[in-house]
């Protein structure tokens, strides 16, 4: 429906003035079109070649001459972009900070991309951190973490958080859903469940003390995400403690239901909390169907497909339960 | 009489455009509760993550409902028709039983009635399907289902359904046309040929229909796909390597080092350039975002093309320099739009889906951060490969 069919008919109805009508209808003729997103878009796909590109460049010159040009070139890029990004920091708040140029939040990102490229070559070429991997990703966690926090940068702040989890030996890829990882390995599960208690526990104390409350949102959906995929993994690979990650797993489930139910009162603008009672049903379910099948074992094929009738129903009611009730018609769309 | 509400549907629309002229002051809040008041929107109120779980335990629920019976009369149905009837009584049910959640929970869109839309028009493309004789070809299959989609997309107005009946399409030229001598050489003429005039007749239908609400979302799926398949089929890369495929499949010589020259070359040269080109232009002057959108990617995919059959400069000097252009452009654009010219503007507006894309940028990030080296020397081909971003075709 284009604006203008819109207009007559509330206009018809009654329901705005005849001036109205063409004040708006002029302001929507008017109306320059919009290449926000587009543009960014494309800023964001070149920064992402860019830094590709680079990288393949150094590892595909190794030991050839040109390369240290190449290195101080890229030092030299990191360094400009961060310096730029500097230049045009936001004014140091607590609160969610005003970003005061267009393009300091991408240098940013390409700072922080090069950054890396620098460091993975530096260890590659030269071992600067030896044997110790962990240096490797301890390092940028430990950077990105405050840069994040000065520039108001939730990407930065994703990226501290995935390089902190990579260092305790997890490596989460959202993007292919599978994860390069042992969980067969129970040090590797307690680590990871510890580190995102740790992260989820310092999300909470950070709102409360009202230090960059927007943050808690990137905490949770990084942290809560390990959570629940390292109690799963110890609940299939641990026999003696496979109750106690059920029970961990219950709780977690629990937890996030609590936290959406609570943040749906609090808050108008709290539509994504609704990602975390996604995240605990799916992984709940999944929890829950491998225990009734590992202990119950059932015969004949009937009890299977009697279960995911009747769980699929539950839960089906659950999530509608959950939905937004009430005088529909006067909330907004 | 159709699946939803069709007032509702209309007065949601209808009400959607009114509050954007609300939040901007150009109504007045008296006039708003008016006109909430005059067209009332009965539909359950949704959230998009709630909708991915609902849509999950519906399907697991509905497909447990079917395999349940399924495995009961394991030995009846062994009889492809007592099969067929089974599979299309039991989609007819879907549709009952999803008639009643419908209207009882006024459901519009929520997960659970884009479910059961889905596994009923599955069984029934299924069951349907039994009934024909054996050993015909796909495109057959696909031409006798077609209508069936088709039905359902008219009563419920699905998306999904718009996607399967479009690749059902495609699906019957594509393989008829392999059936015919000399199909092959005119397949990427016909596809593209067929694309125009879906295009076409899409807009048609838009600019003539005064309240094609009911269908926004499919309408709208169909423009997409059509654009997308005739600028592929008029792209040099993708004709030649799928006619070098083709070739090796029907000929039985086993793995072609490359695909072999392509008859017309020059035209198909120009044409991986002037599709995209063209909608870019129209785009522009036209204002319309699908178009610009298409355009630019289809211009990329032409460059990389270039780069896959000339090589000029190595890939990791391509990727340096293709991303130092696309910054260009986007700085320089920004920039130049940083007050309106030419009725455009760089300031976000109501139409720009800015919450997703902020989420879609931190995946990206933290995805890209997890190619951090944190294994051996062996295991250091850092940033090798797997990034999402680049929206390259084939082997780039």
């Known amino acids: ?333 | 009489m159709k699946a939803y509400n069709e007032q509702w549907i209309y007065n949601r629309d209808l009400l959607i455009q009114s509050e954007r002229w609300h939040r901007q002051g150009l109504l007045s809040d008296e006039q708003m509760e008016a006109i909430r008041k005059a067209y009332p929107v009965e539909f359950r109120r949704t959230n998009g993550f709630i909708e991915i779980g609902l849509f999950l335990f519906t399907t697991v629920a509905i497909l447990a409902c079917y395999l349940l019976p399924a495995s009961i009369f394991s030995g009846m149905l062994d009889n492809p028709t007592v099969y067929g009837v089974f599979n299309i009584a039991f989609g007819i049910g879907v549709g009952i039983v999803g008639w009643f959640l419908i209207n009882r929970r006024l459901l519009y869109r929520n997960g659970i009635d884009n479910a059961f839309v889905v596994t009923l028009t599955g069984f029934l493309a299924f069951g349907f399907n039994q009934f024909l004789p054996n050993g015909l070809s796909v495109s057959t299959h696909c031409l006798f289902t077609l209508p069936l989609l088709l039905l359902v997309l008219w009563y419920y107005g699905d998306t999904l359904i718009a996607f399967f009946s479009l690749a059902a399409f495609y699906t019957a030229i594509f393989d008829s046309l392999l059936k015919v001598s000399g199909g092959r050489d005119v397949l990427p003429f016909v596809m593209m040929g067929v694309s125009l005039l879906l295009y076409i007749g899409v807009r048609q239908v838009i600019n003539r229909t005064s309240n094609p609400t009911y269908y926004a979302d499919p309408l709208n799926l169909v423009q997409w796909l059509s654009l997308i398949v005739l600028a592929a089929s008029g792209n040099y890369f993708m004709v030649r390597e799928l006619n070098g495929l083709l070739l090796e499949s029907s000929s039985g010589r086993s793995a072609l080092t490359e695909a072999p020259q392509i008859g017309l070359p020059v035209l198909f040269w120009i044409l991986t350039f002037a599709i995209p080109g063209l909608y870019l232009w129209q785009g522009l002057t036209k204002h319309n975002r699908m178009l610009i959108i298409l355009g630019t990617l289809g211009l990329i995919a032409a460059f990389m093309t270039v780069h896959d059959y000339t090589a000029l400069v190595p890939l990791n000097v391509a990727l340096t320099v293709g991303g130092l252009g696309l910054i260009g452009l986007a700085v320089a654009g920004i920039r130049y739009l940083s007050s309106p010219k030419h009725g455009f503007t760089d300031a976000p507006d109501d139409d720009s889906p800015n919450e997703l894309f902020i989420n879609v940028a931190t995946i990206a990030v933290a995805h890209a951060t997890s190619t951090i080296p944190n294994g051996p020397k062996d295991d250091l081909q850092f940033g090798k490969g797997d990034f999402g971003g680049a929206g390259s075709e084939g082997k780039y």
């Not at chain 1, 129970?186 to 208690?197: E, F, G, H, K, R």
Request: neutral net charge; aromatic residues 16%.
């Open chain 1, 1 to 333: 429906m284009s604006p203008d069919d819109v207009l007559n008919v509330l206009s018809k109805q009654g329901l705005i003035l005849p001036r109205q009508q063409t004040e708006i209808a002029e302001l929507e003729r008017k109306k320059p079109f919009s290449l926000h997103w587009e543009l960014r878009s494309m800023l964001y796909i070149g920064i992402l070649l860019l830094s590709l590109g680079l990288g393949l460049l150094v590892y595909d010159n190794f030991d050839q001459i040109g390369q240290g040009a190449l290195l101080t070139a890229i030092a030299a890029a990191c360094t400009g972009s961060f310096y730029f990004a500097w230049r045009n920091r936001p004014v140091w708040t607590l609160i969610q900070a005003k970003s005061r140029s267009t393009f300091g939040d991408y240098a940013l990102i390409l700072a922080c991309l090069l950054f890396l490229t620098l460091e993975g070559y530096a260890q590659y070429a030269y071992e600067v951190f030896g044997s110790r991997y962990g240096l490797v990703t301890l390092l940028p966690a430990a950077l990105f973490l405050p840069i994040a926090y000065r520039f108001d940068h939730r990407g930065v702040l994703g990226m501290a958080l995935t390089a902190l989890i990579s260092w305790v030996g997890v490596t989460v890829r959202p993007l292919q859903l599978y994860f390069k990882t042992n969980f067969f390995d129970q040090d590797t599960v307690i680590s990871a469940i510890s580190l995102s208690l740790v992260l989820i526990g310092v999300a909470f104390v950070l709102e409360n003390r009202r230090i960059k409350p927007h943050f808690t949102y990137t905490y949770l959906t990084i942290a809560g995400n390990l959570l629940m995929v390292a109690l799963l993994g110890g609940l299939f690979n641990f026999d003696e403690a496979r109750l106690w990650f059920a029970l961990g797993l219950g709780i977690a489930c629990f937890a996030f239901d609590r936290y959406t139910r609570q943040q749906r009162q609090s808050t108008a603008a709290s539509e994504g909390s609704f990602l975390f009672l996604l995240m605990s049903s799916v992984y709940g379910y999944i929890g829950v169907t491998y225990l009734f099948f590992h202990y119950l074992k059932p015969s004949s094929d009937d009890t299977y497909y009697w279960y995911f009738i009747v769980t699929g129903i539950a839960f089906v009611y659950y999530l509608m339960s959950q939905l937004p009730k009430g005088n529909r018609t006067n909330e907004s769309i």
